[in-house]
């Protein structure tokens, strides 16, 4: 047994994330006993992971369909949290065991609530107010958001001091838990907003109440659960519900629904794009895997991400530079410090060229994606290993099938489908069947076939585009070739 556990007294680490009233006020939150006073909560970190509480932690247990994050709250006192959130009909169902947990754990603050994850977010709302001067910014869209977010990071340090969510720490949990990331010093918050769910964005925009907005686009990601681009569109449109007078909507110009999104907002309302003459940018060149070369006021940059997407992405990081008054020299230092985002459009140079963009997948990023690397002007010859793209629903027959009638008529010397559902792709692809292979799985064995058949095909200089959903793994074959190569990414 701990020295917690024995009721030992635990150090109070001074400065909490919030005071214990604004704690109780924002979560509508009840403390349980009469031993412990509101005055007395203090937490440092929050946390709904319980093997990633350290001591001063906030453990928020959460409620999913396979897990309940409550059988946990035990490890959590272990390891030191400072303050728990109950679920009330959880306590009310058992009140003598958590009744026993607050005494056996008498420094520790336990908060019943009517719902862990909306106290989560309520209680992340309350933090960000306490930064009034902060301005909080927001990038959402069907694809691209966690390239558009990393190169306006870039870019915006060039001037602020700069927090955003790591990664794409962006949904009903995980942008909440980035916002207690937020610290004095910090002048601006840039936070990636996803969703794979109804009313989400509206769930997350509500604790940062962004300013600031960019959207990236309106595709057909996750259409399998809202039904359709309208529905999808509806939703990202929720990001800006707190832009006010003096805020901004940033929107992709060339977007069919850009004008509804425009529709009915209060802030200024800005269009960027390739062919956006008011946007102060002009493209000057491709150069394919190197990336493209534009101008920003007349002041020339290099985008080292390749493809007209990144392309896109960085113009919508761009416009909103300027509205926050960058100058044209800030943006291009913050545009040429860019690099590639784990597996996004990571281009890996050796024995084979590999692209390597398989974080994500849905049927726009797929397309452009197929499209840029039919185009590359390359020496060697190209193979594309083509994964699964998920959580299509209903579209995800046809969407595949169209990616198979895309590669069918592209510029490719072999083209490989993996997945269950990149079987609909390989038929509709048949025309090429002579450059087909397909392997219905992507489990290690399947990845390391797939290995073998790429160093059995491919030459000295050749191409290598990697994409699929993240869940389909393809990042794996990347230490695979590399190895073959004799060199590592």
Do not use: W
Not at 77 to 82: D, H, P, Y
Not at 369 to 393: Q, T
Request: one cysteine or more; glycine letters at 8%; charged letters at 25%.
């Amino acid at each position: 047994m701990s020295d917690v556990k024995k009721g030992a007294a635990v150090k109070k680490v001074n400065g909490s994330l919030l005071s214990g009233e604004k704690l109780i006020h924002a979560v509508q939150g009840s403390l349980v006993g009469s031993a412990k006073k509101v005055h007395d909560i203090c937490f440092t970190s929050v946390v709904t992971d319980s093997r990633a509480v350290v001591p001063g932690s906030l453990f928020v247990p959460l409620i999913g369909e396979n897990q309940d994050g409550h059988r946990y709250i035990p490890q959590g006192l272990e390891k030191g949290a400072s303050l728990v959130f109950v679920c009330k009909a959880h306590y009310d169902k058992d009140t003598g065991l958590y009744e026993k947990m607050a005494a056996d754990y008498p420094s520790v603050a336990f908060v019943t609530v009517k719902n862990t994850l909306h106290a989560l977010q309520d209680a992340a709302a309350a933090y960000v107010e306490c930064f009034p001067r902060l301005i909080p910014c927001a990038v959402t869209g069907s694809s691209g958001k966690t390239t558009t977010k990393e190169i306006a990071a870039a870019v915006l340090s060039q001037k602020y001091r700069v927090i955003s969510n790591k990664g794409n720490l962006n949904s009903e949990t995980g942008l909440p838990l980035s916002v207690f990331e937020i610290r004095a010093e910090h002048e601006l918050g840039l936070f990636e907003m996803g969703m794979n769910r109804r009313d989400e964005i509206a769930e997350i925009a509500a604790v940062l109440k962004p300013n600031y907005c960019i959207v990236t686009n309106i595709g057909r990601a996750h259409i399998g659960i809202l039904g359709s681009r309208q529905a999808i569109a509806e939703e990202k449109k929720k990001v800006f519900t707190y832009v006010k007078e003096n805020g901004v909507a940033v929107i992709p110009a060339a977007d069919d629904f850009a004008d509804f999104l425009a529709e009915g907002l209060k802030g200024k309302v800005v269009r960027y794009g390739k062919d956006v003459a008011e946007s102060g940018t002009v493209f000057l060149r491709d150069e394919g895997l190197e990336g493209t070369v534009f101008s920003v006021d007349g002041v020339e940059m290099h985008l080292h991400l390749p493809g007209a997407y990144n392309f896109s992405n960085a113009l919508g990081a761009v416009a909103l530079a300027r509205e926050l008054g960058l100058t044209p020299e800030q943006i291009k230092a913050g545009i040429e410090s860019v690099q590639p985002l784990g597996a996004r459009s990571h281009l890996i140079k050796g024995r084979l060229n590999i692209l390597e963009d398989c974080y994500n997948a849905n049927p726009d990023s797929m397309t452009k994606a197929v499209e840029f690397c039919a185009d590359l002007p390359v020496s060697g010859k190209k193979i594309f290993v083509l994964g699964d793209m998920l959580e299509l629903g209903d579209e995800s027959e046809s969407a595949h099938g169209s990616i198979g009638a895309l590669v069918a008529e592209s510029d490719v010397d072999k083209v490989i489908f993996v997945g269950e559902e990149m079987k609909t792709a390989c038929k509709s692809a048949e025309k090429i069947a002579d450059k087909i292979e397909y392997i219905a799985s992507h489990d290690d064995k399947a990845i390391e076939q797939i290995a073998e058949k790429i160093r059995a095909f491919a030459s000295d200089g050749d191409f290598v585009l990697l994409k699929a959903s993240n869940g389909i793994g393809l990042n794996r074959l990347v230490p695979l070739l590399c190895d073959a190569e004799g060199a590592r990414p």
